[in-house]
């Protein structure tokens, strides 16, 4: 099918495996543009309303939840949100005529989804901004309900061991392999990757600093300002390199630690 789509999406990772995805399911679908923030989102979908037909969109991005997008400007395609919320609260997406995708996704999530886009009528792919915008009021009420993770099963002297989740002070990627760090420095391997894991963490527990590092909140001692408004969190134990949180997440990451 021909079909210009956008992905509205903060991380990396997950834009690229989402990409590779779509062209291997439908190689005709064109992704005209990848938004990483509500901001950006705004402002590019606000002048360039006839260049896309589909949006792919996070619902958590790195300066609040994207249905704020939906108060700022009127959108009416359709929308097939990402998430990491596999709960009750998520049938308000059916209600409102939405589809979404559950992080981890893989192939068979995204052609479904997309499926169910072809399968849409002209009339009702035109989606009206009000319930996008009574979508938001709804998870502002009822928030989100999600079982987090209460251990990992961990690589240790040849062996599979179940590491609960509250004695991991950070997780660090590196070439592709994921660690987790406990309070005495001990270092162990996990078979997930950064994005998996933050998709499973409770993020009032956890705070995704950035590419390379999720920290736990009783870990980091103290913050250090840092050169061009950004900010270096001083965990235990102390990692090797800096853990610095970029200009654009500093305001977010001060909030989460003032909660």
């Known amino acids: ?10 991380e990396p990772a997950i ?3 989402l990409e590779f995805s779509i062209n291997e399911i439908d190689s005709s679908i064109k992704i005209v543009k990848t938004l990483s923030s509500i901001k950006e989102a705004v ?33 009416l395609t359709p929308v097939i ?11 308000a997406f059916k209600f409102n005529g939405i589809d979404y995708i559950l992080k981890p996704f893989d192939n068979i999530q995204i052609k479904k989804a997309l499926d169910k886009y072809e399968n849409l009528s ?23 309900h999600q079982e987090y993770k209460k251990s990992y099963l961990v690589h240790y002297q040849n062996k599979l061991i179940p590491l609960d989740i509250d004695k991991i002070h950070w997780f660090y990627t590196s070439q592709e ?18 994005e998996k894991i933050q998709a499973e963490i409770n993020p009032n527990q956890f705070y995704r600093a950035n590419r390379q590092y999720i920290v736990q909140r009783k870990a980091i001692k103290d913050i250090d300002f840092y050169f061009n408004g950004r900010l270096v969190l001083n965990v235990l134990p102390k990692p090797q390199d ?18």
């Open 122 to 144: 002209h009339s009702t792919r035109e989606l009206s901004s009000s319930k996008m915008v009574e979508l938001m009021n709804y998870f502002k009420k009822y928030g989100f």
């Open 43 to 75: 402002k590019w979908l606000s002048t360039d309303v006839n260049q896309y037909d589909l949006l792919f969109m996070d619902i958590r991005l790195s300066d609040g939840l994207s249905f704020e997008i939906f108060e700022t400007i009127t959108i």
């Open 242 to 259: 800096k853990i610095i949180v970029s200009k654009a997440k500093a305001t977010e990451c001060k909030k989460w630690m003032d909660i």
């Open 177 to 194: 392999i994921t660690y987790a760090y406990t309070e005495n420095g001990t270092k162990y391997t996990i078979d997930a990757s950064l």
């Open 1 to 10: 099918m021909k079909v210009n789509l956008v992905i509205i999406e903060d």
């Open 81 to 91: 949100f990402i998430t990491a919320y596999n709960d009750y609260a998520l049938e």
């Open 15 to 17: 834009v690229r495996n």
